[in-house]
């Protein structure tokens, strides 16, 4: 926990280590980043105790959200304000703000955290933006109602999804075109690497599957389907997807089933549903992916799913809307 | 029908809505289309005369492209999709004046054989046309009408229903009143056949839900006021004489199709209730107020390409084009008899903005799909209500199902 003491060697905190010791380490333990899309807030929650450590007031219809490589910022897309905050992990405060273009709904960061990808969602582009400077680098044009967005490992590439197209846009960083297109199922909120960068994961919200996609071959390799027992099909709408540290098992939140998938990465079987709040869409691990955060946008909660039982395992109350979340270690 | 018809815009919109669409459209589609298959999406429309002064409100309009302009902005949409995939998509819009020859007009689109067609038609053209023995292996969108006829004796093969029928929104308002326990009603219903459809179906609708006819009456006086100087003191006495009745109830439920008196029933009334229907709370596929389920981008795309709202029958446009273009990107289906087969199979199926994808029954070939309930400013609710359940889709808890159709397509 060194590191993280003095990353965040706030005057407080520090008097506490100095008083408390051992007690101290607690007191830095990961947080967890929530944003509320109607409250224009971003709840910041003890990732131990879970408690509300500060409601920070963001720009206008904050929802995605990422932390920098370095840890030390949170980066918020305000959809409504065309900018990103950027919240020092610190102070837990809102130190700059980053022109994106109208109407950023979520983005990425490259590897080494030099740049920003914004969705810019009633733009149809895709806005790169240098951090330091804030410049923008280029703007790449996509389908309609860009969202999800994927990195791979080495920031050679660039997946965007487009939710009206209903397309994968595979972006080359060092040309900035768009070098394949993958028409999907429809509306593709999510897309998601394996941990290995052998396949990409896109999630279908109102198609309700997941295609896994050869990203060398841009083709579709297989598709996965839902069926949940007492659950009508229409209410099945796979956003967020995560998989475990070792790849062999991913999770999938089903929006309006109120459930996350669990399914074998290898085998693409479904092997358990887990009951969360309702309408989960984005979803994060803890940092050694012991936990998983379930943001559920209905019910204004976050459900702690523990990854090595696959229980939930407690909820707990954020702000109104919860669309995104980041978790700082 | 011209409920679907009414947009609730500002004056400046108002204005800004005579700058046509086209020049933008036209110029956004021109660019660079080389190398590409090109699909022609065949939009055909009769021009109704329509006479503004007959909208009760100064807040509505009526734009000269209502319906088009959802085509064209679906058309921009599908573009931007097919430049990836290979695929240009041209609107073909195709318009017989008010008072021209329609029949004429109709042989001659299918003169080359049967078509994809979107009708932007009211029910009696959309009958002949899709009765032409030329149409017969046509597939005709039908994105204008909510005649209960259409789906049920008068259904046809050829034809495709996207914009919810009278029984889909008396049941999805019913619903919601049953919901919130607001089960006895009073119909007030006007004095088109139209209106007598609609107070049947809300009849129907309470048979269904278990609420109760308290009262049931029809209102044949024209109240006339609309843009006169002082309507409202006409409108100030007639109103609690057409709502004094002997009963007791919770809601008025109002069926005036074309707007004749419905919109002077809030806080007109003989006793406080809360007017339902076609006007009070409605139900409709689309409002210009609706932004759920990403329906705000919808709604901020649609008003950056047509500078107006997006009304119910844009949204009829709008579905219609997305289908086809589905059919086309999907599946590769470009001509008439696949492309029926493909609608009516499990594969089929078009984003909606209301939290689920879209596919059509196969006894009526109507569109499945949740109500809204809106009043001018909000969402109220979407129906189906939690609650009312179905064995395969609970959107077919709204209208005609198939155990009671008098429509059996095959």
């Known amino acids: 926990m060194s590191s993280a003491m003095t990353r965040r060697g706030a005057a407080l905190l520090l008097a506490a280590a100095v008083c408390l010791g ?90 080494s955290g030099d740049k920003i990808y914004v969705s810019n969602e009633n733009n149809a582009l895709v806005t790169v933006v240098n951090f330091a400077t804030g410049k923008w680098i280029t703007q790449v044009p996509v389908g309609i109602e860009p969202e ?31 070098v394949a297109n993958v028409l999907v199922d429809t509306r593709p909120r999510i897309a998601e690497f394996t941990p290995d960068q052998h396949w990409l994961w896109v999630s279908s919200e109102v198609g309700g599957t997941v295609s896994v996609i050869n990203p060398r071959t841009h083709k579709i390799v297989h598709i996965i389907y839902f069926h949940i027992p007492g659950v009508d099909r229409e209410y099945i709408g796979p956003v967020g997807v995560r998989f475990t540290t070792d790849g062999r098992l991913a999770f999938v939140a089903l929006g309006r089933a109120n459930r996350v998938a669990v399914i074998n990465a290898k085998t693409y079987k479904v092997e358990k549903y887990i009951l969360v709040g309702q309408r989960p869409w984005q979803m994060m691990f803890s940092p050694h992916r012991r936990r998983l955060f379930v943001v559920n946008g209905l019910t204004n909660d976050v459900t702690i799913i523990d990854v090595s039982s696959l229980q939930p395992v407690r909820s707990v109350p954020v702000g109104r809307l919860p669309w995104g979340i980041a978790v700082v270690p | 029908m011209l409920r679907a018809a009414r947009t609730f815009a500002l004056l400046t919109l108002v204005l800004l809505a005579s700058v046509s669409a086209s020049p933008s459209y036209a110029a956004r589609a021109a660019a660079g289309r080389t190398g590409l298959k090109t699909f022609r999406i065949i939009f055909f429309r009769q ?147 139209q209106d007598a459809v609609y107070a049947a ?13 308290a009262a049931d009456k029809v209102y044949n006086y024209n109240p006339g006021s609309r843009r006169s100087d002082t309507g409202y003191q006409q409108i100030q006495t007639q109103m609690p004489l057409a709502t004094e009745v002997d009963a007791d109830y919770d809601v008025i439920f109002v069926a005036d199709e074309t707007d004749l008196f419905g919109d002077y029933l809030p806080y007109n009334t003989f006793a406080a209730r809360p007017i339902v229907g076609t006007q009070g709370l409605v139900a409709t596929a689309w409002s210009p107020a609706y932004q759920e389920y990403a329906a705000l981008q919808m709604q901020q795309r649609f008003d950056l390409f047509a500078h107006r709202r ?17 059919a086309v990107m999907r599946a590769g289906i470009t001509t ?75």
């Not at chain 2, 997006?310 to 579905?319: A, C, K, N, Q, V």
């Not at chain 2, 009312?388 to 009671?404: I, R, S």
């Open chain 2, 47 to 193: 021009k109704y005369h329509f006479n503004p002064e007959t909208l009760p409100s100064l807040l509505e309009s009526h734009p000269a492209n209502l319906g088009l302009a959802g085509a064209e902005e679906a058309t921009y949409e599908l573009n931007t999709a097919g430049k990836f995939i290979g695929w240009d998509f041209k609107l073909d819009v195709i318009t017989v004046p008010d008072g021209g020859n329609f029949l004429a007009a109709a042989q001659k689109l299918l003169a080359h054989g049967p078509r994809i067609i979107i009708a932007d038609l009211k029910a009696n053209d959309l009958l002949t046309l899709s009765d032409l023995p030329a149409a017969k292996h046509a597939v005709i969108l039908d994105m204008r009408t909510i005649d209960d006829s259409l789906r049920q004796q008068d259904c046809r093969a050829n034809t495709f229903h996207l914009l919810p029928n009278q029984a889909m929104l008396t049941d999805a308002l019913a619903q919601y009143l049953v919901l919130k326990r607001w089960t006895h009603w009073f119909i007030i219903q006007g004095p088109t056949p």
């Open chain 2, 310 to 326: 997006m009304t119910e029958l844009d949204y009829g446009g709008w579905l219609a084009v997305r289908i086809v273009g589905n």
């Open chain 1, 22 to 111: 051992v007690f101290a380490a607690q007191a830095r333990a990961t947080e967890l980043f929530v944003t509320n899309e109607i409250d224009d807030t971003v709840t910041v929650l003890n990732g131990q105790t879970y408690k509300v450590i500060a409601t920070i007031p963001t720009d206008q219809r904050p929802r995605g959200i990422v932390e920098t490589p370095d840890h030390k910022y949170v980066l918020v897309c305000d959809g409504d304000s065309s900018n990103i905050d950027v919240i020092d992990t610190k102070t837990l405060k809102v130190v700059r703000r980053i022109d994106t273009g109208p109407d950023p709904e979520t983005l990425a960061m490259s590897p």
């Open chain 2, 201 to 213: 179906d809300i009849r129907r609708s309470a048979k269904r839900y278990g609420a109760h006819i």
């Open chain 2, 336 to 410: 008439p008899v696949p492309m029926r087969k493909y609608l009516r199979s499990k594969d089929f199926l078009v984003q909606s903005y209301k939290g689920q994808g879209l596919n059509f029954r196969r006894w009526d070939q109507q569109l499945r799909q949740p109500v809204l309930l809106m009043t001018p400013l909000m969402t109220v609710s979407i129906s189906p209500q939690h609650g009312f359940l179905h064995p395969g889709y609970t959107t077919d808890t709204l209208g005609f199902d198939k155990p009671e159709t008098k429509c059996h397509l095959q």
């Open chain 1, 148 to 178: 999800g967005l994927a990195v791979t490992r080495h920031g050679h590439t660039v997946v965007v999804v487009s939710e009206t197209t209903s397309m994968a846009h595979f972006i080359d960083t060092k040309t900035w075109k768009v």
